[in-house]
C-alpha cells in the first residue's frame, strides 16, 4: 500500500513537500517514482529514484527544481518541489517500479500506485 500527503495549494515560487508511505514489503527492494495528472491530460512521468538511492531520473521541465529521496528506514519516498509554477498544478502519484536498479520513465513499469495528492499552485 502507498499513500500519499503533503499536497496543497501554493503561490507561484513556493514550495512543498510530498511524502509517500509505504509498506516495507513493497519499498525498499524496488525502484520509486513519481507521476502527474492534470486535468484533461494524461499521466506524466515526474521523478524516479532506484532502490539504493544511487540513481535517480527527472523530467526535464523539473529538474532544478524538484529533488526525489528515499528513507529506507521509514519506507518513505519524497518529492521536494520548489520553485513552484501554475503548470505544476496537478494530481501527484507515487508509484512502485518493477526495476530494482533503474528509475524507469515508463508508467508501464510501475505496478503499485498510491490514491494521489492533490497539488495546485496558484499565479
Known amino acids: 500500500q502507498l499513500v500519499e500527503s503533503g499536497g496543497g495549494l501554493v503561490q507561484a515560487g513556493g514550495s512543498l513537500r510530498l511524502s509517500c508511505a509505504a509498506s516495507g514489503g513493497i519499498f525498499r527492494s524496488y525502484a520509486m517514482g513519481w507521476f502527474r495528472q492534470a486535468p484533461g491530460k494524461e499521466r506524466e512521468f515526474v521523478a524516479a529514484i532506484s532502490s539504493s538511492g544511487g540513481i535517480t531520473n527527472y523530467v526535464h521541465s523539473v529538474k532544478g527544481r524538484f529533488t526525489i529521496s528515499r528513507d529506507n528506514a521509514e519506507n518513505t519516498v519524497y518529492l521536494q518541489m520548489n520553485s513552484l509554477k501554475p503548470e505544476d498544478t496537478a494530481v501527484y502519484y507515487c508509484?512502485?517500479?518493477?526495476?530494482?536498479?533503474?528509475?524507469?520513465?515508463?508508467?508501464?513499469?510501475?505496478?503499485?500506485w498510491g490514491q494521489g495528492t492533490q497539488v495546485t499552485v496558484s499565479s
Open positions: 508509484a512502485r517500479c518493477i526495476r530494482r536498479d533503474w528509475p524507469s520513465d515508463r508508467s508501464t513499469d510501475y505496478d503499485y
